[in-house]
């Protein structure tokens, strides 16, 4: 009778060491380190350099950022990118210097949790910081602006005007002006032009009145 019911208490033995087993096994799932918090800003091509691409920013647990810069166009060396203050027009001091862009993958991720200066920065805090993210065209100088995007006060909104600007006295010259909001509520004004000198600045303004009586200039813009 005792040998009748061994294979069955082995067995139940057996088939209770691999349950635990197994059990011992399992991982406790792992804590997800990012919130689902993300915003996306699309970068805007400078001084002709054909860069442009978007910039994304993803919000971890921590409260810190991981900043993921992806660029299009053609650049044969890894590209710095900077989160600077003020405008990408003006521009301003660096605030935070980001990993380069790959000339290979074309790509910059970079986790931010301080400043250049040492202070915290949050996810928060770079949604509502008076800067832009600047992408140099030249690897060497800092200066440079191959490819821009505003940040908090500074984004664009998508209210734009555009006019068109024809030739005058035979000039040749032709563009356009286009007024776009910021969500500060101020106005950027870009003017583009084709059939410009190479190598020449051309001052440009918005004045009173139309061009045939002409009038006080009341705004100066940047020359083109």
Do not use: W
């Not at 860069?51 to 044969?76: C, M, P, Q």
């Not at 356009?176 to 500060?184: S, Y």
Request: charged residues 20%; aromatic residues 6%; negative net charge.
């Amino acid at each position: 009778m005792r040998s009748k019911y061994t294979p069955i208490l082995t067995l139940i033995i057996l088939f209770g060491a691999c349950a635990a087993f197994i059990s011992c096994g399992e991982k406790e799932p792992e804590v997800a380190d990012f919130t689902g918090d993300k915003v996306e800003y699309t970068l805007r091509e400078f001084n002709g350099s054909g860069l442009s691409g978007k910039v994304t920013f993803e919000e971890r647990v921590d409260n810190s950022t991981r900043v993921t810069v992806d660029l299009n166009g053609s650049f044969a060396a890894d590209l710095p990118v900077q989160i600077r203050n003020g405008d990408e027009v003006e521009g301003g001091e660096i605030l935070v210097i980001l990993n380069p862009v790959s000339f290979s993958s074309k790509t910059s991720v970079t986790e931010v949790s301080q400043t250049l200066g040492g202070s915290q920065i949050t996810f928060q805090s770079l949604l509502t910081v008076n800067g832009h993210i600047r992408v140099n065209s030249d690897p060497l100088d800092l200066a440079s602006v191959g490819a821009a995007v505003g940040l908090g006060e500074n984004e664009l909104l998508s209210d734009s005007e555009s006019y068109t600007i024809s030739e005058s006295s035979g000039s040749g010259v032709n563009g356009t002006l286009t007024f776009t909001k910021r969500k500060a509520g101020h106005t950027l004004a870009t003017l583009s032009f084709t059939g410009t000198q190479d190598g020449l600045l051309h001052p440009a303004g918005i004045y009173q009145n139309n061009s045939d009586l002409g009038g006080q200039e009341i705004i100066q813009l940047n020359a083109i």
